[in-house]
């Protein structure tokens, strides 16, 4: 019985208007509508099938979007038009008008900030950076507190001085970059 009341919470749109956490993993669970959702964050509104279709070709088989055949581009644009573009409309994340072949993000797709954390190649993620910024700073006050010459000789209150302005830095910049990042 406690399973099946779980089962209905969880089902339950989240702000009594807006898709349920289910739907929400059910539309993100492919990734090829991740990845539509990564491009219309990329590249702002009204963005046509084809264009989708060609650069999620062109990063499934790893090449240049110029060097993708007709056959890779065409293979995507049948499952995107035919299976995930509806999906993504279905539950409100974007708009999608398949005879126009023009897509784009709605406000809906703001509920999806929450489950997708966008972390390219070469990016750490925060909680690395400031857990290795706390490591080092942690380093450097133990290196000091054991009169490791030059850290012995600056002063307590300038060490602290450098630490709250690196993690005031790095906040502010995370605060930046996380902005940058929304979608919308």
């Not at 208007?17 to 009204?46: C, K, Q, W």
């Not at 307590?156 to 605060?175: K, N, T």
Request: net charge positive; charged share 25%.
């Amino acid at each position: 019985m406690s399973s099946r009341l779980t089962k209905q919470k969880d089902a339950a749109p989240s702000e009594g208007t807006g898709p349920s956490r289910d739907e929400i993993f059910t539309a993100l669970s492919n990734r090829r509508r991740r990845n539509v959702i990564a491009y219309l964050r990329e590249h702002g509104n009204d963005a046509r099938v084809r264009d989708i279709a060609e650069q999620l070709a062109a990063w499934e088989n790893e090449l240049a979007v110029n060097e993708v055949t007709y056959k890779q581009r065409k293979r995507v644009y049948t499952a995107l038009h035919q299976s995930h573009l509806p999906k993504l409309a279905e539950n409100g994340f974007i708009a999608y008008e398949p005879n126009r072949g023009i897509v784009s993000l709605t406000e809906q797709s703001r509920q999806l900030e929450v489950y997708l954390e966008v972390v390219s190649e070469n990016e750490i993620l925060w909680s690395e950076y400031y857990v290795g910024l706390g490591v080092a700073c942690g380093l450097l006050a133990g290196a000091a507190a054991i009169g490791t010459v030059p850290f012995a000789d600056v002063s307590g209150y300038a060490y602290a001085v450098l630490f709250a302005v690196l993690f005031a830095v790095s906040g502010l910049i995370h605060r930046t970059v996380t902005r940058r990042n929304r979608v919308g």
